[in-house]
């Protein structure tokens, strides 16, 4: 299967992406002791449009269905990732890393400096995959109030501390 492209996200397209995300998260069911991510929470339909609304969010799709996406917010010189997600129908295509790619390109086009995101340090789909595309780890979190305050709020929200990391892509 292929044919699939990205265009920035539209407003309409925020109705698509909680049921994207949960159908991504599924694939914590492969490992036990994070399953319950795979019922958990996701972002709410006017999350979405907020940040689709920040001009940064990019839709990935295969026609014209909605397929991925990433959901973006800008903090000064900085682009933050959210979430990004791919229907599980749709992974295993290279549309992941278009999107973290593309998302790139805009940010430095855009003029910021950097590229941040909370994940997962030992799950392969998370931080093993955002390494490979040019993001490191934040060991310094003292340097970074904003992303050590989300690990801790994550932390209070009931996810593995010892488990979640913050990493960085620095875009000069």
């Known amino acids: ?6 265009r920035l996200a539209r407003p309409e397209d925020a109705e698509h992406f909680p049921a994207i995300e949960q159908a991504a998260a599924r694939l914590f069911e492969t490992i036990p002791e994070l399953a319950y991510l795979a019922s ?7 999350r979405h449009s907020s940040l689709i609304r920040k001009g940064h969010c990019l839709t990935a799709l295969h026609g014209d269905q909605c397929v991925g996406f990433i959901a973006t917010e800008p903090f000064r010189r ?12 749709f992974q295993k295509l290279g549309i992941g890393a278009g999107l973290l790619r593309a998302s790139i390109i805009d940010a430095r086009n855009s003029g910021f400096r950097t590229l941040t995101l909370t994940t997962f340090r030992d799950v392969s789909w998370n931080a093993p995959f955002y390494a490979r595309i040019g993001f490191e780890e934040v060991t310094a979190l003292d340097a970074h109030p904003r992303l050590a305050a989300e690990l801790a709020l994550e932390a209070d929200n009931g996810l593995p ?12």
């Open 1 to 6: 299967m292929s044919g699939w492209s990205l």
């Open 78 to 89: 900085e682009l933050h990732i959210w979430e990004m997600s791919v229907h599980p129908d």
């Open 161 to 172: 501390a010892d488990r979640r990391c913050a990493m960085i892509c620095f875009l000069d």
């Open 40 to 46: 958990g929470d996701v972002i709410a339909v006017e």
